[in-house]
Protein backbone atom coordinates (compact mmCIF):
# COMPACT_ATOMS: atom_id res chain seq x y z
CA UNK A 1 0.00 0.00 0.00
CA UNK A 2 1.32 3.01 -0.85
CA UNK A 3 1.61 6.82 1.25
CA UNK A 4 -1.35 7.94 -1.20
CA UNK A 5 -3.67 5.78 0.30
CA UNK A 6 -6.69 7.74 0.80
CA UNK A 7 -5.66 10.79 -1.48
CA UNK A 8 -6.19 8.80 -4.41
CA UNK A 9 -7.41 10.68 -7.68
CA UNK A 10 -11.30 9.77 -7.01
CA UNK A 11 -10.99 8.90 -3.35
CA UNK A 12 -13.95 10.33 -1.24
CA UNK A 13 -12.26 12.73 1.18
CA UNK A 14 -15.37 12.84 3.74
CA UNK A 15 -16.97 10.11 2.33
CA UNK A 16 -16.06 6.45 3.77
CA UNK A 17 -15.08 4.27 1.41
CA UNK A 18 -13.15 0.86 2.47
CA UNK A 19 -9.26 1.02 2.29
CA UNK A 20 -9.38 -1.40 -0.58
CA UNK A 21 -11.61 -3.43 -2.25
CA UNK A 22 -15.45 -3.90 -2.77
CA UNK A 23 -18.40 -2.05 -0.37
CA UNK A 24 -22.02 -2.37 -0.78
CA UNK A 25 -24.69 -2.06 1.77
CA UNK A 26 -23.91 -0.27 5.06
CA UNK A 27 -24.86 -2.64 7.51
CA UNK A 28 -25.03 -2.93 11.72
CA UNK A 29 -25.46 1.04 12.06
CA UNK A 30 -25.23 1.65 15.69
CA UNK A 31 -24.05 4.20 18.04
CA UNK A 32 -22.42 3.43 21.60
CA UNK A 33 -19.97 5.30 24.20
CA UNK A 34 -18.92 8.30 21.02
CA UNK A 35 -18.64 5.82 18.73
CA UNK A 36 -20.21 5.11 15.31
CA UNK A 37 -19.84 1.78 13.99
CA UNK A 38 -20.26 1.96 10.61
CA UNK A 39 -19.89 -2.11 9.23
CA UNK A 40 -20.31 -2.79 5.34
CA UNK A 41 -20.81 -5.31 3.07
CA UNK A 42 -17.24 -6.11 1.96
CA UNK A 43 -15.34 -8.72 -0.05
CA UNK A 44 -11.97 -8.64 1.45
CA UNK A 45 -10.14 -10.43 -1.66
CA UNK A 46 -11.47 -8.01 -4.91
CA UNK A 47 -12.34 -5.30 -6.55
CA UNK A 48 -16.41 -6.73 -7.40
CA UNK A 49 -18.65 -7.79 -5.11
CA UNK A 50 -18.46 -11.81 -3.63
CA UNK A 51 -17.11 -13.75 -0.41
CA UNK A 52 -19.64 -11.06 1.14
CA UNK A 53 -18.10 -10.50 4.95
CA UNK A 54 -19.00 -7.58 7.46
CA UNK A 55 -16.30 -4.72 7.22
CA UNK A 56 -15.83 -1.94 9.92
CA UNK A 57 -15.03 1.35 10.78
CA UNK A 58 -15.76 3.37 13.59
CA UNK A 59 -16.29 7.33 13.64
CA UNK A 60 -16.31 9.77 16.35
CA UNK A 61 -18.18 12.13 14.62
CA UNK A 62 -19.85 11.13 11.41
CA UNK A 63 -16.87 12.68 9.27
CA UNK A 64 -13.97 10.91 9.88
CA UNK A 65 -13.79 7.31 9.66
CA UNK A 66 -10.66 4.77 10.74
CA UNK A 67 -11.75 1.03 9.41
CA UNK A 68 -10.96 -1.80 11.60
CA UNK A 69 -10.52 -5.49 11.43
CA UNK A 70 -13.28 -6.87 9.39
CA UNK A 71 -16.18 -7.96 11.84
CA UNK A 72 -18.06 -10.90 10.63
CA UNK A 73 -16.92 -13.37 8.50
CA UNK A 74 -18.29 -16.35 6.06
CA UNK A 75 -18.77 -19.51 7.98
CA UNK A 76 -21.08 -22.92 6.80
CA UNK A 77 -24.25 -21.01 6.80
CA UNK A 78 -23.33 -19.33 4.40
CA UNK A 79 -21.69 -15.72 3.63
CA UNK A 80 -22.46 -12.82 5.72
CA UNK A 81 -25.27 -10.59 4.10
CA UNK A 82 -26.72 -7.29 5.17
CA UNK A 83 -28.06 -6.68 8.73
CA UNK A 84 -28.42 -4.62 11.98
CA UNK A 85 -26.95 -3.92 15.31
CA UNK A 86 -28.20 -3.17 18.49
CA UNK A 87 -27.25 -2.12 21.93
CA UNK A 88 -29.10 -4.81 24.49
CA UNK A 89 -28.97 -2.43 27.37
CA UNK A 90 -30.84 -4.40 28.90
CA UNK A 91 -29.26 -7.69 28.29
CA UNK A 92 -32.05 -9.63 26.90
CA UNK A 93 -29.85 -11.73 25.28
CA UNK A 94 -27.75 -13.25 28.24
CA UNK A 95 -24.22 -12.49 26.50
CA UNK A 96 -23.18 -9.59 28.56
CA UNK A 97 -20.09 -10.79 30.34
CA UNK A 98 -18.44 -7.24 31.66
CA UNK A 99 -19.50 -4.24 32.49
CA UNK A 100 -19.64 -2.77 28.84
CA UNK A 101 -23.13 -3.01 27.37
CA UNK A 102 -23.21 -6.27 24.82
CA UNK A 103 -23.89 -4.99 20.91
CA UNK A 104 -25.90 -7.67 19.28
CA UNK A 105 -25.43 -7.71 15.42
CA UNK A 106 -28.40 -9.35 13.71
CA UNK A 107 -27.58 -10.46 10.12
CA UNK A 108 -28.13 -12.64 7.07
CA UNK A 109 -26.11 -15.87 6.18
CA UNK A 110 -26.31 -16.69 2.46
CA UNK A 111 -26.13 -20.15 2.41
CA UNK A 112 -25.33 -21.99 -0.69
CA UNK A 113 -23.11 -18.67 -1.42
CA UNK A 114 -19.64 -20.26 -0.99
CA UNK A 115 -18.11 -23.78 -0.58
CA UNK A 116 -18.63 -23.78 2.79
CA UNK A 117 -22.23 -23.64 2.63
CA UNK A 118 -23.45 -25.37 -0.33
CA UNK A 119 -27.18 -26.46 0.43
CA UNK A 120 -27.57 -24.43 3.05
CA UNK A 121 -30.31 -21.97 2.87
CA UNK A 122 -30.66 -18.48 3.74
CA UNK A 123 -31.31 -17.85 7.50
CA UNK A 124 -31.20 -14.95 9.94
CA UNK A 125 -28.28 -15.31 12.71
CA UNK A 126 -26.67 -13.16 15.51
CA UNK A 127 -22.96 -12.66 16.88
CA UNK A 128 -22.61 -10.36 19.94
CA UNK A 129 -19.51 -8.21 20.85
CA UNK A 130 -18.27 -7.68 24.56
CA UNK A 131 -15.27 -5.07 23.78
CA UNK A 132 -17.30 -2.23 22.01
CA UNK A 133 -17.82 -4.27 18.55
CA UNK A 134 -13.97 -5.01 18.27
CA UNK A 135 -14.19 -8.94 18.50
CA UNK A 136 -17.18 -10.61 17.79
CA UNK A 137 -18.45 -14.02 18.59
CA UNK A 138 -21.12 -15.81 16.22
CA UNK A 139 -24.15 -17.46 18.65
CA UNK A 140 -23.94 -21.37 19.29
CA UNK A 141 -27.75 -21.46 18.54
CA UNK A 142 -27.75 -19.77 14.96
CA UNK A 143 -29.91 -19.26 13.14
CA UNK A 144 -32.17 -17.75 15.25
CA UNK A 145 -34.65 -17.65 12.43
CA UNK A 146 -34.92 -20.20 10.01
CA UNK A 147 -35.57 -20.44 6.22
CA UNK A 148 -38.93 -18.94 5.20
CA UNK A 149 -38.86 -18.19 1.06
CA UNK A 150 -36.26 -17.78 -1.66
CA UNK A 151 -33.59 -15.67 -0.30
CA UNK A 152 -35.24 -13.61 2.65
CA UNK A 153 -32.49 -11.57 4.27
CA UNK A 154 -31.49 -7.88 5.78
CA UNK A 155 -32.84 -8.18 8.84
CA UNK A 156 -32.97 -4.92 10.81
CA UNK A 157 -34.38 -5.03 14.47
CA UNK A 158 -35.44 -2.25 16.87
CA UNK A 159 -36.41 -2.30 20.70
CA UNK A 160 -40.13 -1.46 21.36
CA UNK A 161 -40.12 -0.04 24.67
CA UNK A 162 -44.07 -0.15 25.49
CA UNK A 163 -44.65 -4.19 24.99
CA UNK A 164 -40.26 -4.71 26.45
CA UNK A 165 -39.71 -6.90 23.03
CA UNK A 166 -37.25 -6.53 19.69
CA UNK A 167 -38.93 -6.36 16.36
CA UNK A 168 -37.79 -7.31 13.10
CA UNK A 169 -38.09 -6.30 9.93
CA UNK A 170 -37.04 -8.56 7.48
CA UNK A 171 -37.44 -8.72 3.40
CA UNK A 172 -38.88 -11.73 2.45
CA UNK A 173 -39.10 -11.94 -1.36
CA UNK A 174 -40.80 -9.68 -4.44
CA UNK A 175 -42.19 -6.67 -2.59
CA UNK A 176 -42.95 -8.29 0.45
CA UNK A 177 -41.49 -8.07 3.72
CA UNK A 178 -42.71 -9.30 7.36
CA UNK A 179 -41.70 -8.37 10.76
CA UNK A 180 -41.51 -10.66 13.80
CA UNK A 181 -40.90 -10.05 17.67
CA UNK A 182 -38.88 -11.29 20.26
CA UNK A 183 -38.04 -11.03 24.08
CA UNK A 184 -34.73 -11.94 23.56
CA UNK A 185 -32.96 -11.71 20.29
CA UNK A 186 -32.96 -15.65 19.88
CA UNK A 187 -36.97 -16.69 19.86
CA UNK A 188 -38.83 -14.81 17.01
CA UNK A 189 -42.07 -14.85 16.46
CA UNK A 190 -43.84 -13.90 13.42
CA UNK A 191 -46.32 -10.75 13.41
CA UNK A 192 -48.03 -10.22 9.81
CA UNK A 193 -46.54 -9.40 5.98
CA UNK A 194 -46.55 -6.76 4.36
CA UNK A 195 -46.20 -5.40 0.85
CA UNK A 196 -44.92 -2.37 -0.48
CA UNK A 197 -45.53 -1.44 -4.05
CA UNK A 198 -41.52 -0.60 -5.77
CA UNK A 199 -39.52 -1.75 -2.95
CA UNK A 200 -37.10 -4.43 -2.32
CA UNK A 201 -34.61 -5.50 0.26
CA UNK A 202 -33.12 -3.46 2.92
CA UNK A 203 -35.56 -2.76 5.21
CA UNK A 204 -35.82 -0.06 7.77
CA UNK A 205 -38.15 0.60 11.24
CA UNK A 206 -37.84 3.21 13.40
CA UNK A 207 -40.00 5.58 15.40
CA UNK A 208 -39.71 9.19 15.38
CA UNK A 209 -41.87 12.83 16.32
CA UNK A 210 -43.46 14.53 13.49
CA UNK A 211 -41.04 17.54 14.54
CA UNK A 212 -43.22 20.73 15.54
CA UNK A 213 -46.05 19.11 16.30
CA UNK A 214 -46.91 18.70 19.98
CA UNK A 215 -50.13 16.88 21.35
CA UNK A 216 -50.95 17.87 25.00
CA UNK A 217 -47.41 18.99 25.42
CA UNK A 218 -45.60 15.30 23.96
CA UNK A 219 -44.43 14.79 20.73
CA UNK A 220 -46.69 13.31 17.96
CA UNK A 221 -44.96 10.07 17.47
CA UNK A 222 -45.43 7.52 14.01
CA UNK A 223 -43.31 4.76 12.41
CA UNK A 224 -41.33 4.90 9.65
CA UNK A 225 -40.57 2.35 6.99
CA UNK A 226 -38.10 2.36 4.10
CA UNK A 227 -36.96 0.27 1.78
CA UNK A 228 -33.48 -0.76 0.01
CA UNK A 229 -34.52 2.63 -2.44
CA UNK A 230 -35.34 5.22 0.15
CA UNK A 231 -39.05 5.17 -0.80
CA UNK A 232 -41.03 4.99 2.45
CA UNK A 233 -43.95 4.54 4.59
CA UNK A 234 -45.09 6.65 7.56
CA UNK A 235 -47.86 5.05 10.27
CA UNK A 236 -48.63 3.12 13.46
CA UNK A 237 -46.91 0.00 15.51
CA UNK A 238 -48.41 -1.21 18.36
CA UNK A 239 -45.70 -4.01 19.09
CA UNK A 240 -48.20 -6.26 16.52
CA UNK A 241 -49.16 -4.19 13.61
CA UNK A 242 -47.67 -1.74 11.59
CA UNK A 243 -50.93 0.09 10.03
CA UNK A 244 -49.52 2.57 7.11
CA UNK A 245 -51.19 5.72 6.68
CA UNK A 246 -49.37 7.05 3.58
CA UNK A 247 -46.94 6.13 1.50
CA UNK A 248 -44.97 5.08 -0.67
CA UNK A 249 -43.26 7.96 -0.53
CA UNK A 250 -39.37 9.17 -2.04
CA UNK A 251 -37.05 11.71 -0.70
CA UNK A 252 -34.27 10.98 -2.40
CA UNK A 253 -34.58 11.36 -6.52
CA UNK A 254 -30.42 11.17 -7.21
CA UNK A 255 -29.25 7.91 -9.41
CA UNK A 256 -27.03 6.43 -6.57
CA UNK A 257 -29.11 6.35 -3.25
CA UNK A 258 -29.66 2.57 -2.29
CA UNK A 259 -29.67 -0.01 0.76
CA UNK A 260 -30.61 3.01 3.40
CA UNK A 261 -29.95 2.86 6.86
CA UNK A 262 -30.58 4.55 9.87
CA UNK A 263 -28.24 4.19 13.39
CA UNK A 264 -29.71 2.14 16.49
CA UNK A 265 -29.07 3.70 19.67
CA UNK A 266 -28.36 7.85 18.76
CA UNK A 267 -28.38 8.86 22.56
CA UNK A 268 -31.85 10.74 23.86
CA UNK A 269 -30.39 14.30 24.20
CA UNK A 270 -29.18 13.47 20.43
CA UNK A 271 -32.30 12.14 19.30
CA UNK A 272 -31.34 12.22 15.37
CA UNK A 273 -32.29 9.69 13.40
CA UNK A 274 -29.26 9.63 11.15
CA UNK A 275 -29.07 7.39 7.94
CA UNK A 276 -26.23 6.52 5.47
CA UNK A 277 -26.94 5.08 1.92
CA UNK A 278 -24.53 2.60 -0.39
CA UNK A 279 -23.71 5.04 -3.35
CA UNK A 280 -24.44 2.07 -5.64
CA UNK A 281 -23.13 2.12 -9.02
CA UNK A 282 -20.53 4.91 -8.76
CA UNK A 283 -17.45 4.09 -10.93
CA UNK A 284 -13.71 4.34 -9.74
CA UNK A 285 -11.15 3.64 -12.34
CA UNK A 286 -7.95 2.10 -11.50
CA UNK A 287 -8.50 2.78 -7.68
CA UNK A 288 -7.76 0.29 -4.85
CA UNK A 289 -11.61 0.68 -3.85
CA UNK A 290 -14.77 0.11 -5.31
CA UNK A 291 -17.78 2.14 -4.40
CA UNK A 292 -18.51 4.32 -1.28
CA UNK A 293 -21.20 5.42 1.27
CA UNK A 294 -23.25 8.72 0.98
CA UNK A 295 -22.61 11.37 3.75
CA UNK A 296 -24.56 10.74 6.83
CA UNK A 297 -27.92 12.18 6.42
CA UNK A 298 -30.48 13.54 9.22
CA UNK A 299 -33.93 12.47 8.69
CA UNK A 300 -36.99 14.55 10.28
CA UNK A 301 -40.83 14.20 9.68
CA UNK A 302 -42.67 16.84 9.02
CA UNK A 303 -46.72 17.44 8.53
CA UNK A 304 -47.01 19.19 4.99
CA UNK A 305 -49.52 20.25 2.89
CA UNK A 306 -49.45 17.00 0.95
CA UNK A 307 -49.20 15.06 4.21
CA UNK A 308 -45.89 13.80 6.32
CA UNK A 309 -43.34 13.34 4.78
CA UNK A 310 -39.83 12.86 5.56
CA UNK A 311 -37.00 15.20 4.71
CA UNK A 312 -32.96 14.23 4.30
CA UNK A 313 -30.38 16.98 5.31
CA UNK A 314 -26.84 16.65 5.86
CA UNK A 315 -25.73 16.34 8.92
CA UNK A 316 -24.10 19.34 10.48
CA UNK A 317 -20.81 17.59 11.09
CA UNK A 318 -20.00 18.53 7.76
CA UNK A 319 -18.88 21.83 9.30
CA UNK A 320 -15.68 20.48 10.81
CA UNK A 321 -14.49 20.37 7.65
CA UNK A 322 -15.30 23.92 6.86
CA UNK A 323 -11.96 25.91 5.15
CA UNK A 324 -12.10 29.16 3.57
CA UNK A 325 -15.56 30.79 3.07
CA UNK A 326 -16.75 32.72 -0.03
CA UNK A 327 -19.69 35.03 0.59
CA UNK A 328 -21.96 36.56 -1.02
CA UNK A 329 -25.35 39.10 -0.23
CA UNK A 330 -28.31 40.74 -1.98
CA UNK A 331 -26.65 39.25 -5.75
CA UNK A 332 -28.49 39.91 -8.77
CA UNK A 333 -27.34 37.25 -10.89
CA UNK A 334 -27.34 38.49 -15.22
CA UNK A 335 -27.10 36.25 -17.66
CA UNK A 336 -23.42 36.15 -18.89
CA UNK A 337 -22.23 36.36 -15.34
CA UNK A 338 -20.27 33.39 -13.00
CA UNK A 339 -19.79 34.69 -9.76
CA UNK A 340 -17.42 31.63 -9.07
CA UNK A 341 -15.32 32.16 -11.49
CA UNK A 342 -12.23 32.31 -9.53
CA UNK A 343 -12.57 29.73 -7.59
CA UNK A 344 -10.75 26.12 -7.83
CA UNK A 345 -11.19 23.03 -6.27
CA UNK A 346 -12.86 19.71 -5.40
CA UNK A 347 -14.44 20.02 -2.26
CA UNK A 348 -17.25 21.88 -1.52
CA UNK A 349 -20.15 22.80 0.85
CA UNK A 350 -22.15 24.86 -1.22
CA UNK A 351 -25.35 26.72 0.23
CA UNK A 352 -27.39 29.26 -1.54
CA UNK A 353 -31.06 31.12 -1.38
CA UNK A 354 -32.81 32.54 -4.62
CA UNK A 355 -35.61 33.76 -6.16
CA UNK A 356 -35.69 32.74 -10.31
CA UNK A 357 -37.24 36.07 -10.72
CA UNK A 358 -37.17 37.01 -14.35
CA UNK A 359 -34.84 33.74 -14.76
CA UNK A 360 -35.93 29.97 -16.08
CA UNK A 361 -32.73 28.30 -15.50
CA UNK A 362 -29.96 28.56 -12.14
CA UNK A 363 -27.09 26.35 -13.05
CA UNK A 364 -24.34 24.85 -11.27
CA UNK A 365 -21.51 23.73 -13.13
CA UNK A 366 -19.34 21.75 -10.54
CA UNK A 367 -16.22 20.13 -12.70
CA UNK A 368 -18.14 20.01 -15.79
CA UNK A 369 -21.42 18.75 -14.32
CA UNK A 370 -24.08 20.77 -14.16
CA UNK A 371 -27.18 20.64 -11.76
CA UNK A 372 -30.17 22.96 -12.80
CA UNK A 373 -32.97 24.15 -11.56
CA UNK A 374 -35.53 25.13 -14.65
CA UNK A 375 -38.79 27.14 -13.87
CA UNK A 376 -41.23 26.17 -17.03
CA UNK A 377 -44.25 28.98 -16.35
CA UNK A 378 -45.45 28.58 -13.20
CA UNK A 379 -46.66 25.12 -13.11
CA UNK A 380 -43.65 23.20 -13.49
CA UNK A 381 -40.30 23.58 -11.56
CA UNK A 382 -37.51 20.87 -11.74
CA UNK A 383 -34.53 20.28 -10.06
CA UNK A 384 -32.06 18.18 -12.14
CA UNK A 385 -28.75 16.38 -11.37
CA UNK A 386 -26.73 13.87 -13.39
CA UNK A 387 -29.30 12.90 -15.93
CA UNK A 388 -32.46 12.80 -12.88
CA UNK A 389 -35.05 15.34 -12.30
CA UNK A 390 -37.19 15.97 -9.29
CA UNK A 391 -40.41 18.17 -9.15
CA UNK A 392 -39.33 21.18 -6.49
CA UNK A 393 -41.74 23.54 -5.91
CA UNK A 394 -40.55 27.45 -4.02
CA UNK A 395 -41.02 27.63 -0.89
CA UNK A 396 -42.18 31.27 0.11
CA UNK A 397 -40.59 32.16 -3.19
CA UNK A 398 -37.61 31.22 -2.72
CA UNK A 399 -34.94 28.02 -3.39
CA UNK A 400 -32.31 27.03 -1.23
CA UNK A 401 -29.91 23.99 -2.25
CA UNK A 402 -26.83 22.84 -0.06
CA UNK A 403 -24.71 20.94 -2.56
CA UNK A 404 -21.64 18.74 -1.28
CA UNK A 405 -18.99 18.14 -3.24
CA UNK A 406 -16.63 15.21 -3.29
CA UNK A 407 -14.06 13.95 -5.75
CA UNK A 408 -16.55 11.20 -7.16
CA UNK A 409 -19.90 12.48 -5.40
CA UNK A 410 -22.54 15.14 -5.72
CA UNK A 411 -25.21 15.20 -3.25
CA UNK A 412 -27.80 17.91 -3.48
CA UNK A 413 -30.64 19.02 -0.79
CA UNK A 414 -33.10 21.16 -1.84
CA UNK A 415 -35.32 23.37 0.77
CA UNK A 416 -34.39 22.35 4.09
CA UNK A 417 -34.32 18.25 2.62
CA UNK A 418 -37.28 18.13 1.37
CA UNK A 419 -36.39 16.49 -1.94
CA UNK A 420 -32.02 15.37 -2.22
CA UNK A 421 -30.22 13.94 -4.73
CA UNK A 422 -27.93 11.48 -3.98
CA UNK A 423 -25.13 11.01 -7.22
CA UNK A 424 -22.09 9.74 -8.20
CA UNK A 425 -19.65 11.64 -11.10
CA UNK A 426 -16.34 10.91 -12.77
CA UNK A 427 -14.77 14.51 -13.17
CA UNK A 428 -12.10 15.02 -14.96
CA UNK A 429 -9.04 15.07 -12.97
CA UNK A 430 -7.62 18.37 -14.33
CA UNK A 431 -11.31 20.38 -14.28
CA UNK A 432 -11.38 22.43 -10.66
CA UNK A 433 -13.95 24.94 -12.17
CA UNK A 434 -17.17 26.05 -10.46
CA UNK A 435 -20.07 28.14 -12.05
CA UNK A 436 -23.33 29.60 -11.10
CA UNK A 437 -25.05 30.95 -13.71
CA UNK A 438 -28.81 32.54 -14.69
CA UNK A 439 -30.16 31.93 -18.02
CA UNK A 440 -33.09 34.02 -19.55
CA UNK A 441 -33.17 36.35 -16.91
CA UNK A 442 -31.64 37.83 -13.98
CA UNK A 443 -32.27 35.98 -10.75
CA UNK A 444 -31.94 37.26 -7.67
CA UNK A 445 -29.70 35.66 -4.84
CA UNK A 446 -30.35 36.35 -1.69
CA UNK A 447 -27.31 34.15 0.08
CA UNK A 448 -24.22 32.69 -1.20
CA UNK A 449 -21.57 30.71 0.68
CA UNK A 450 -18.85 28.41 -0.76
CA UNK A 451 -16.88 26.55 1.76
CA UNK A 452 -14.01 24.92 0.71
CA UNK A 453 -13.81 21.47 2.80
CA UNK A 454 -11.00 20.11 3.93
CA UNK A 455 -9.91 16.05 3.68
CA UNK A 456 -11.34 13.83 6.32
CA UNK A 457 -8.49 12.03 5.99
CA UNK A 458 -5.81 13.82 7.82
C1 LIG B 1 -28.70 -5.02 -1.21
C2 LIG B 1 -28.32 -6.49 -1.06
C3 LIG B 1 -28.98 -7.09 0.15
C4 LIG B 1 -28.04 -8.22 0.49
C5 LIG B 1 -26.71 -7.64 0.15
C6 LIG B 1 -25.70 -8.64 -0.35
O1 LIG B 1 -27.77 -4.31 -1.95
O2 LIG B 1 -28.66 -7.21 -2.24
O3 LIG B 1 -30.31 -7.49 -0.06
O4 LIG B 1 -28.13 -8.62 1.83
O5 LIG B 1 -26.92 -6.65 -0.82
O6 LIG B 1 -24.44 -8.06 -0.52
Redesign the pocket.
Known amino acids: MTSNLYHETYRPQFHFSPRQNWT??PNGLVYYKGEYHLFF?HNPFGID?GN?TWGHAISPDLVHWQQLPNALEPDSLGTI??GSAVVDWRNTAGFQSGDDEVLVAIY?A?GNTSEASQGQPFTQCIAYSNDRGRTWTKYAGNPVLGHIVKEN??PKVVWHAPTSQWIMAL?KDAETYAFFASPDLKAWTHLHDIDVPGCT??PDFFEMPILDHRDNGSPDMRWVFTS?NGRYLVGSFDGHRFIPETGPHQVDFGANY??VQSYSDIPPHDGRRIQIA?M?GGKYPDMPFNQQMSFPCELTLHRSPIGLRLCRTPVREIEQLHARAHVWRELALQPGSNPLSAIRGDLFDIRIEFEPADATEINFTVRGETMTYAVDGKTLKTLTSLGKSAPLDLDDGRIKLQILVDRSSLEVFANDGKVSMTSCFLPQPDDLSLSLTAAGGTARIHTLDVYELNTAWR
Open positions: NDQWMFSTARDYECAYAWA
